[in-house]
């Protein structure tokens, strides 16, 4: 009989219990070229304006401020990966920003062709390499949940304007900023004078295609709504998956329980039964604490157990027949160093649609 995993079980704890506050503080990567840098590529750490680094060009330092305003919060760090002028790619950054955890990247000035290249990094990232980042592009439609498709340009703010390449420092910022249990649809930018106009039918019509928009309410400049590029949905990916909010909390939810299970299980238990319960438990107790915390629904029933049909698939490709096993004695057979978990959750979104009807 196995003793539990007092450990890991409050290492979930704790990393639930602190969710909000995490994902509320978000981290920006900024690449920007300088000439300020001759080789290579320079990262520096910025946690307010006192911190940018002096020789940059005014330019550079205006993107690296206009992302710490953040949102509801300002980001917890904006990193800077700055590479020569005359850099001609971002090949350099990208290989140091694969070592760096970040939240949303974006790269101020880009060209059409570097934000496709850098569209697919992303990609690869997320569905390959099992990194959850972000990067916020102009006028990039991935039809991908890692991809926000910023679109709004001629952004007036001061005396200056805006192209949506220049000001997706500010977007990435602000969303990084953005606590986990709101949204930042109809978020204000109270520095942005005006943008161009458009009709609620045009507006419709850019959300629908995956476009990441601002308008003007008459009064403020605010978000039309926070979606991402995904527009093709799919059994595996649905309607959800569209929303940058519910896209953030499933990669905390991911970043947070494979880290906490490399850092405090793997390799250091026997995969007995009784230990996959264990985690199945600790993994159980950090929903609830996302409950708590009105991330996830509560009044659904948010679980968590060993996936009975993948175990099966492993055990008869290993020449086991199962067909004389009931469910527990699949669930209690022995998968060597495999684990198969199998999550069923319902993440809360915020209040965005509203409707009243009076009767008089």
Same mark, same amino acid.
């Given at each position: 009989?196995?003793?539990?995993?007092?450990?890991?079980?409050?290492?979930?704890?704790?990393?639930?219990?602190?969710?909000?506050?995490?994902?509320?503080?978000?981290?920006?990567?900024?690449?920007?070229?300088?000439?300020?840098?001759?080789?290579?590529?320079?990262?520096?750490?910025?946690?307010?304006?006192?911190?940018?680094?002096?020789?940059?060009?005014?330019?550079?330092?205006?993107?690296?401020?206009?992302?710490?305003?953040?949102?509801?919060?300002?980001?917890?760090?904006?990193?800077?990966?700055?590479?020569?002028?005359?850099?001609?790619?971002?090949?350099?950054?990208?290989?140091?920003?694969?070592?760096?955890?970040?939240?949303?990247?974006?790269?101020?000035?880009?060209?059409?062709?570097?934000?496709?290249?850098?569209?697919?990094?992303?990609?690869?990232?997320?569905?390959?390499?099992?990194?959850?980042?972000?990067?916020?592009?102009?006028?990039?439609?991935?039809?991908?949940?890692?991809?926000?498709? @910023?679109?709004?340009?001629?952004?007036? $703010?001061?005396?200056?304007?805006? &192209?949506?390449?220049? /000001?997706? +420092?500010? =977007? %990435?910022?602000?969303?990084?900023?953005?606590?986990?249990?709101?949204?930042?649809? @109809?978020?204000?930018?109270?520095?942005? $004078?005006?943008?161009?106009?458009? &009709?609620?039918?045009? /507006?419709? +019509?850019? =959300? %629908?295609?995956?476009?990441?928009?601002?308008?003007?309410?008459?009064?403020?400049?605010?978000?039309?709504?926070?979606?991402?590029?995904?527009?093709?949905?799919?059994?595996?990916?649905?309607?959800?998956?569209?929303?940058?909010?519910?896209?953030?909390?499933?990669?905390?939810?991911?970043?947070?329980?494979?880290?906490?299970?490399?850092?405090?299980?793997?390799?250091?238990?026997?995969?007995?039964?009784?230990?996959?319960?264990?985690?199945?438990?600790?993994?159980?107790?950090?929903?609830?604490?996302?409950?708590?915390?009105?991330?996830?629904?509560?009044?659904?029933?948010?679980?968590?157990?060993?996936?009975?049909?993948?175990?099966?698939?492993?055990?008869?490709?290993?020449?086991?027949?199962?067909?004389?096993?009931?469910?527990?004695?699949?669930?209690?057979?022995?998968?060597?160093?495999?684990?198969?978990?199998?999550?069923?959750?319902?993440?809360?979104?915020?209040?965005?649609?509203?409707?009243?009807?009076?009767?008089?």
């Amino acid at each position: 009989m196995s003793f539990g995993l007092p450990q890991i079980l409050i290492s979930f704890k704790s990393k639930a219990a602190s969710a909000i506050n995490r994902g509320s503080r978000g981290i920006v990567a900024l690449v920007l070229k300088d000439a300020s840098v001759s080789t290579g590529v320079s990262v520096k750490e910025v946690n307010d304006i006192t911190q940018i680094p002096a020789g940059l060009t005014a330019g550079n330092k205006d993107y690296i401020e206009k992302a710490l305003i953040g949102g509801a919060k300002p980001p917890k760090k904006v990193i800077t990966l700055t590479l020569p002028a005359a850099a001609a790619n971002y090949n350099s950054a990208l290989n140091e920003l694969e070592t760096r955890k970040f939240d949303y990247l974006a790269i101020p000035g880009i060209t059409a062709a570097d934000a496709a290249t850098i569209a697919n990094w992303v990609k690869t990232q997320r569905d390959t390499k099992d990194i959850k980042v972000k990067a916020v592009l102009p006028d990039t439609g991935a039809d991908h949940e890692g991809i926000i498709n @910023f679109t709004t340009t001629n952004i007036e $703010v001061g005396g200056k304007t805006y &192209t949506a390449s220049e /000001y997706c +420092a500010r =977007i %990435a910022g602000l969303l990084a900023g953005t606590p986990l249990n709101i949204s930042a649809t @109809f978020w204000p930018l109270p520095e942005v $004078v005006n943008v161009p106009r458009m &009709t609620r039918d045009d /507006y419709d +019509a850019a =959300i %629908a295609a995956g476009k990441f928009v601002l308008y003007h309410d008459g009064e403020k400049v605010k978000v039309a709504r926070a979606v991402n590029s995904l527009v093709t949905t799919t059994a595996d990916k649905g309607e959800d998956f569209k929303k940058i909010k519910i896209v953030d909390i499933m990669d905390l939810r991911h970043d947070d329980i494979k880290n906490t299970i490399e850092d405090s299980y793997i390799g250091k238990y026997p995969n007995s039964y009784d230990n996959k319960l264990l985690l199945v438990s600790a993994i159980k107790a950090f929903d609830e604490g996302l409950e708590k915390d009105g991330l996830l629904d509560p009044a659904f029933n948010n679980n968590t157990g060993i996936d009975v049909v993948t175990q099966k698939t492993y055990l008869e490709g290993l020449g086991v027949s199962t067909s004389g096993m009931n469910e527990q004695q699949i669930k209690e057979a022995n998968t060597h160093d495999k684990v198969f978990l199998l999550s069923n959750i319902k993440i809360l979104d915020a209040i965005e649609d509203f409707k009243l009807t009076t009767i008089i």
